[in-house]
């Protein structure tokens, strides 16, 4: 990483550095993220070495005072330096990138788009919580309550790479609260992650393989809702992939934020065919269907939250939908790290 301070640093003094200003800005940020990993990790071992030294005076000096302060310490230097070796598994394609998050409400009617809501909320809860910024980029509400989908943008550090693993179906287990019987009611929610790409990484789109569709807004937006044809969904008929967005009152900022999460789409679709295809050769494809859930939120009969890939659970079911996920999203990441 000192390695590559230095080549990033003698780059940024070159006369031509700033010619390409996005390109400059890319590199300075990967420049100060590489900066605070070593600074993180070069202060974590002046701190354990001052601890080690407390230690040292207080068995030297048999002051059993100092116990309560060691001990606060230890685990202090314990939490920096699960949350700064994280860090170090981050190192794929798109991890630095910020993140587009989708949430689709599967079959179930009004208790699953109410599950998709819940969801929403303890991402928001989660980004917040870790100093992201996100943004409602399209939003469709759901017939009696709740939400049909949602498209949001998560900027910050390490966002996708953070994020990557909550892509999957969600199985929420619940006795309903949208029926006078209060039955015990199975819904599903599909979670969709998206690195967004950066403008030198996006590919151009053949205008021909684009069907631009128009429509009057629904829902919340001011005057002009329901009016004028803002809504714009972009189908992609080569891959059938569609994206519609209705949230700016412009239908041209509609359109060149639907085009945006196309290119993404487009990005990820044609690697995960690429995988696919390696999976096949090796004999270990399977398809994903909406039966492969990656977590299960149980809330009654008992309370458990378990993930099916790393087997984590947590009997605080309350606790994770109020955005504590961490503890999964790091479980996965371990997890993902040794089964690449």
């Excluded at 002046?46 to 005076?57: C, H, S």
């Excluded at 998050?101 to 909320?121: K, V």
């Excluded at 205008?207 to 803002?230: C, F, M, R, W």
């Excluded at 309350?318 to 690449?340: A, H, M, P, Q, T």
């Amino acid at each position: 990483m000192k390695q590559k301070i230095a080549e990033l640093t003698d780059e940024s003094f070159a006369p031509s550095f700033w010619n390409d200003q996005k390109k400059a800005a890319k590199k300075s940020q990967q420049l100060e993220q590489i900066r605070k990993i070593v600074t993180d990790w070069e202060q974590l071992e002046k701190d354990v070495v001052d601890l080690l030294e407390l230690a040292r005076v207080s068995r030297k000096e048999k002051d059993t005072s100092l116990k309560t302060d060691i001990e606060q310490k230890y685990y202090s230097l314990k939490k920096t330096l699960s949350a700064i070796r994280l860090e170090t598994f981050l190192s794929g394609k798109y991890d630095d990138h910020n993140c587009l998050l989708s949430i689709h409400a599967g079959a179930g009617g009004t208790d699953a788009q109410d599950w998709a809501e819940m969801l929403l909320r303890m991402y928001l809860r989660y980004v917040e919580s870790r100093g992201f910024k996100a943004e409602i980029l399209d939003k469709s509400p759901g017939s009696e309550a709740g939400i049909k989908s949602v498209v949001i943008r998560i900027e910050g550090s390490n966002a996708y790479g953070y994020l990557k693993g909550e892509a999957g179906v969600h199985r929420l287990v619940r006795q309903s609260p949208f029926n006078p019987a209060h039955t015990r009611e199975t819904s599903f929610a599909l979670v969709e992650i998206l690195p967004e790409l950066e403008t030198q990484e996006e590919k151009e789109i053949d205008p021909k393989d684009l069907k631009i569709e128009t429509s009057t807004a629904s829902g919340h937006g001011g005057q002009s809702v329901n009016t004028t044809y803002s809504a714009v969904r972009i189908t992609h008929i080569p891959t059938g992939l569609k994206v519609s967005i209705q949230n700016e009152r412009s239908q041209v900022q509609n359109k060149a934020q639907a085009l945006k999460i196309l290119q993404s789409k487009i990005q990820a679709h044609e690697e995960e065919r690429q995988r696919q295809e390696k999976l096949k050769i090796r004999g270990e494809f399977h398809s994903a269907e909406w039966g492969n859930q990656i977590r299960s939120y149980v809330l009654h009969p008992y309370k458990l939250v378990k993930d099916h890939r790393t087997n984590l659970e947590s009997t605080n079911p309350d606790s994770v939908l109020d955005g504590k996920i961490e503890e999964f999203i790091e479980s996965y990441l371990e997890w993902n790290r040794k089964n690449k």
